[in-house]
């Protein structure tokens, strides 16, 4: 497996309906994250979770609800949303180091398209 | 709050040129700063990361520096070739929190 995965990597739903987006990562680490990706525009970080705790909701619309049942896995829970949510949404993990830190470095899976009609 | 610019937003060069993609940040307080590369719909791919208290890191045709002290990196690309077409970002590492910037296109003419 590579170090992180993501499902399903494209996703059409209606305004109304309810679906998820899936992130697992096998690098071992404590920290993942949500990322959003529109067109011309710089990633936007959404939500950060450590050791499954939110340590960072980035002012995220409530039509997106995060899910972190341990470290390896994560999840973005979409309902309701609007057209302007159609972007390529990117999970990303990290190990999180406290002590003598010395910088980190992220690794990204190969994220979801999400298109909201 | 950290903010990340890359210039230029977009670049076309014939292949075997030697090129040079820019990274500013306002905020010199860094840990680290990585450069990436980004295919078309895909994810971001790690190409080089410089800690904070190094100047430079090179990787085959790719060197990358830092000069902290004024928020600049370069990415410089020796020998451009058409599969070093995609958009390439720079981020910038603040305690376990990355910023990151819009990126800059590259296209690789044969």
């Known amino acids: 497996e590579t170090g992180v995965t993501q499902t399903p990597r494209h996703l059409v739903m209606g305004m109304t309906n309810k679906k998820s987006l899936k992130c697992e990562q096998h690098?071992?680490?404590?920290?993942m994250y949500w990322y959003k990706q529109s067109a011309k525009k710089p990633l936007e970080l959404m939500f950060v979770?450590?050791?499954?705790?939110?340590?960072e909701n980035n002012s995220v619309p409530s039509r997106f609800s995060p899910e972190c049942p341990n470290s390896s896995h994560l999840f973005l829970h979409l309902h309701t949303l609007q057209p302007e949510d159609s972007a390529l949404y990117l999970c990303?993990?990290?190990?999180?180091?406290?002590?003598?830190?010395?910088?980190?470095?992220?690794?990204f899976g190969e994220g979801s398209w999400l298109t909201v009609v | 709050k950290q903010e990340v610019t890359q210039i230029p937003a977009a670049l076309s060069v014939p292949e075997g040129e030697n090129l040079v993609l820019n990274c500013s940040f306002t905020?010199?307080?860094?840990?680290?700063l990585q450069w990436f590369r980004q295919d078309p719909g895909k994810g971001l791919t790690s190409l080089l990361l410089?800690?904070?208290?190094?100047r430079e890191q090179t990787s085959g045709r790719l060197n990358a520096s830092l000069d902290k002290s004024s928020g600049r990196s370069t990415l410089y690309i020796a020998a451009s070739q058409p599969g070093d077409s995609a958009t390439y970002l720079c981020?910038?590492?603040?305690?376990?929190?990355?910023?990151f910037g819009s990126g800059t296109k590259l296209n690789v003419k044969p």
């Open positions: 905020d010199s307080a860094i840990y680290n």
């Open positions: 981020a910038v590492e603040d305690f376990n929190k990355f910023y």
């Open positions: 410089i800690q904070s208290s190094q």
């Open positions: 990303a993990s990290s190990q999180e180091k406290g002590g003598d830190y010395s910088g980190n470095t992220i690794y």
């Open positions: 979770y450590n050791f499954k705790e939110q340590t």
């Open positions: 690098l071992g680490h404590n920290a």
